[in-house]
């Protein structure tokens, strides 16, 4: 005899001892305790990034995170990262949209020299003509790589043109090649003296410490770095049902992608927050698995996709959007797949989601999202994301209550909202045709 499991909403904790604290220079300083093993990792998160480039400079916060790793005065030449090789560290940087984050993983006797590395680069950095030449070299293939041989990336740089209409998230991370060849090294001086001081800076440390001892430690090394004022931010709110747009382009793709997007809001911009969570919810019950609906229908029964994948990212600064991608089956046009998506996003429009349901993608989703806070990296992360985006790493706490108010009425409301013709953009990508 079979029973049906009964999913009940998840009232999981997410919370370790944090301690959060202002020091005089603007410098935010977030401290978690994690003892489970002799590790720390230690994070610092820069308000800039992409979305607030100017046109012409396309690219020079990507650029300058490579030149981060140059050396200074005091830590020439690519002593930075010998020195983490030598005590058994871990370094590493990414740009984004909104920020520009550095990371060091070091055993716990070694948070100070991480800690002395990281404020230094912070004021110090040296600028060098020849580690310039050498790291656009290496950023240009970079783009290479990751935008002109991969037709599917360079599709959706152009795609984000009519995605984003007036949102500065319509520039590509990593910029565009015309604007890279003009990067110079008086640009990339600027660009760090405007924006990588202590009040544009968030360090989140977490891991075998404590909290008391590292925030004497942090003073040590970076009360004595003076704030300056920062440029302005551009503007990363996005006009919604602006009317429906539509890119169709040929590039060198074996078969058809079809890309869709709604322009929604964020967890920051949302007036009503519960918006948000729900659009997770609504994300996670077309998209998490094998037993989803647009895996279930529309690739293992009615076989019109051979992939489907969702996307929404509920943490950002500025508005957001929901985004479907699809490889259509043999002899599936991109019409007909595009048609079966949006009639699922019709059924939660007009019929009510179970309550089973939406408690069994709850209860998979915040698990989900506890597993990620296993290890102080998962940890680290999350909370320098909320904290970057302007949301308070608090927050964490409360998620699981969030998500369990999620109502069948909440999921209609949304997806009326949101998912129409107006706020909509497609792209189709078709194979090449042989010339």
């Known amino acids: 005899m079979f029973c049906t499991p009964v999913y009940a909403r998840p009232q999981q904790n997410l919370s370790y001892p944090t301690t959060e604290t202002t020091l005089d220079n603007g410098l935010k300083v977030i401290i978690r305790e994690d003892h489970r093993s002799p590790m720390v990792m230690a994070q610092i998160w820069y308000a800039v990034g992409s979305s607030d480039e100017p046109d012409n400079l396309s690219g020079i916060s990507h650029a300058l995170e490579h030149m981060m790793f140059k050396g200074t005065s005091k830590v020439p030449n690519d002593e930075f990262t010998r020195l983490s090789r030598l005590y058994g560290g871990s370094v590493n940087a990414a740009t984004f949209t909104n920020y520009t984050n550095y990371y060091q993983l070091y055993q716990k006797d070694y948070l100070a020299l991480a800690l002395e590395l990281e404020a230094d680069r912070m004021s110090n950095l040296f600028f060098k003509k020849q580690d310039f030449e ?30 984003y209409p007036t949102s500065h998230y319509r520039q590509p991370v990593i910029g565009y090649m015309k604007n890279l060849k003009a990067l110079n090294l008086e640009h990339l001086k600027k660009w760090y003296k405007d924006w990588y001081t202590p009040n544009n800076a968030i360090l989140v440390i977490v891991g075998d410490v404590e909290a008391t001892a590292t925030l004497e430690l942090v003073k040590r090394y970076f009360s004595s770095i003076p704030a300056q004022k920062t440029p302005q931010r551009n503007d990363v709110l996005e006009v919604t049902n602006l009317g429906y747009r539509r890119l169709e382009v040929e590039l060198p793709v074996q078969v058809p992608n079809l890309y869709l997007a709604w322009n929604v ?39 019109f996709a051979t992939s489907v994948s969702v996307s929404y990212d509920p943490y950002n600064r500025g508005d957001s959007l929901f985004s479907i991608s699809a490889l259509p089956a043999n002899d599936v046009s991109l019409q007909d797949i595009e048609n079966a998506i949006l009639n699922e996003l019709e059924q939660l429009k007009s019929t009510p989601v179970s309550t089973d349901e939406i408690n069994r993608v709850i209860t998979r989703y915040v698990a989900d999202l506890i597993y990620s806070q296993d290890d102080i990296a998962g940890q680290a992360r999350i909370i320098g994301t909320l904290e970057i985006n302007g949301l308070s790493h608090r927050i964490l706490d409360q998620l699981p209550k969030h998500y369990a108010a999620i109502t069948p009425e909440n999921i209609q409301r949304v997806a009326n909202t949101y998912f129409n013709r107006d706020n909509n953009s497609s792209m189709y990508i078709l194979p090449e045709q042989e010339k």
Not at 137 to 162: C, G, H, S, T, Y
Not at 266 to 293: C, E, H
């Open 265 to 303: 809001l964020s967890l920051a911009t949302a007036a009503n927050p519960q918006d948000a969570y729900t659009l997770v919810i609504i994300k996670n019950i077309l998209d998490s698995g094998i037993t989803s609906r647009l895996q279930n229908n529309l690739v293992r029964e009615q076989k």
């Open 134 to 163: 050498t790291e656009m070299k290496v950023v240009m293939e970079e783009w290479r790589q990751r935008i002109d041989d991969n037709p599917r990336a360079l599709a959706f740089e152009r795609f984000k043109w009519i995605a």
